[in-house]
């Protein structure tokens, strides 16, 4: 509930969202508006009116510790981004600011931090300032403070990431010398390999997805959780759930790997030796133990298993079907796909395009013979 007094313009109440809930912090919110409109407001009345406030009411704006925890708290996300500002913030800002008024920090407190700390890459550095400034910012909006000093801070201009996706025939190499190699119940990974190649599905999406998920006679698989920092998380990278629509290829590994791992576990693709608690493939045994072990036998340049995903978008792309079904399937917007993947986009009618040029007469011709 938002209100001015003491210039603070927020509280939040232990009610649940319900229209119970919103008619009793309207009414309180009214009581007090009233209170402030005749003067009375006094400490005592908000400590009163406000029991559990994590602000403090003697009057004194917060300091940037406190603000930024009363933030993060307030923050509906998940475990793992929450783990993630609270490490930026620790590492970077809370040495230097937690103990400061949030109104008593400047652009330039912040600019000498920034040119003091040795930062590992760009990209950290515009990380830790992207969420400085979001805390500030809603300070801002809560009247704790009249600028965001970090609006003045430029952002840190960042390479993009090179895709770095297999050739066709380097996908097909490392599928069959997989199945070739493989034996028993460790050719599951042979299966995710060829299904990873074949439907461009996230690493952490494919370590997640159980049979119950696989519709054969719809040919698709409900993409719904991923495997995040160990766990498995229902929800997905977009929050957006998808279907993807499974071609031969992935069908094929999906038929191989049902004999392997149906009886005995939920998830499509469990490990040869599952361990109590985990019975879906981790990443790291996937890469060391057979992807790369199959890049360096065939002489393959070694790259991340999320080329994987990007190898099979350039193989649609190259094949020319449509960008919007692309991207429907890979879980991105159309405009992610045509920024990340233009130079394959652009590769499939390039010399078409060039050969228009081919076909124009060359010069002009000024005078009509008789």
């Not at 930024?68 to 996300?77: H, K, T, Y």
């Not at 519709?215 to 498995?232: L, M, P, Y």
Request: aromatic fraction near 10%; charge should be positive.
């Amino acid at each position: 509930m938002r209100f001015t007094w003491k210039h603070r313009r927020c509280e939040t109440l232990a009610v649940d969202p319900t229209p119970a809930g919103i008619a009793q912090a309207a009414s309180l919110r009214a009581q007090v508006k009233q209170l402030i409109k005749l003067g009375v407001m006094t400490d005592d009345k908000y400590a009163e009116l406000f029991p559990s406030s994590s602000y403090m009411l003697s009057g004194k704006t917060p300091t940037f510790g406190e603000y930024a925890q009363i933030w993060l708290d307030s923050r509906e996300i998940v475990d793992g981004t929450r783990s993630n500002y609270k490490g930026t913030l620790n590492a970077y800002w809370m040495p230097h600011f937690a103990t400061r008024r949030i109104d008593d920090i400047s652009s330039a407190d912040v600019r000498r931090v920034v040119a003091e700390t040795t930062w590992t890459s760009a990209l950290v550095r515009r990380n830790a300032r992207d969420k400085l400034s979001s805390v500030l910012e809603s300070a801002v909006k809560d009247g704790m403070i009249a600028r965001n000093p970090v609006d003045s801070i430029a952002r840190p201009r960042v390479a993009k990431k090179v895709v770095d996706p297999f050739t066709r025939p380097e996908a097909e190499a490392v599928i069959d010398h997989l199945y070739k190699k493989l034996t028993g119940l460790t050719r599951i990974y042979a299966c995710y390999f060829e299904f990873a190649f074949f439907t461009g599905m996230r690493p952490g999406e494919l370590m997640a997805l159980r049979w119950e998920e696989i519709d054969f006679k719809g040919r698709s698989a409900h993409v719904c959780r991923i495997v995040v920092d160990g766990e498995v998380k229902d929800r997905v990278k977009t929050k957006n759930h998808r279907h993807v629509l499974l071609n031969d290829r992935a069908l094929h590994a999906l038929k191989e790997a049902r004999a392997l791992t149906q009886a005995r576990s939920a998830y499509v693709f469990a490990p040869a030796r599952m361990e109590e608690g985990q019975d879906w493939i981790r990443s790291d045994s996937t890469a060391k133990g057979y992807f790369n072990v199959a890049l360096r036998a065939l002489g393959i340049r070694i790259r991340r298993q999320y080329d994987t995903r990007h190898t099979y978008a350039t193989m649609c792309l190259m094949a020319g079907m449509n960008p919007a079904f692309i991207a429907n399937q890979l879980g991105h917007s159309v405009q992610m796909l045509l920024s990340t993947y233009a130079k394959w986009l652009n590769s499939t009618s390039d010399w078409s395009e060039l050969q228009k040029l081919e076909n124009q007469p060359i010069g002009t011709k000024l005078v009509q013979e008789k």
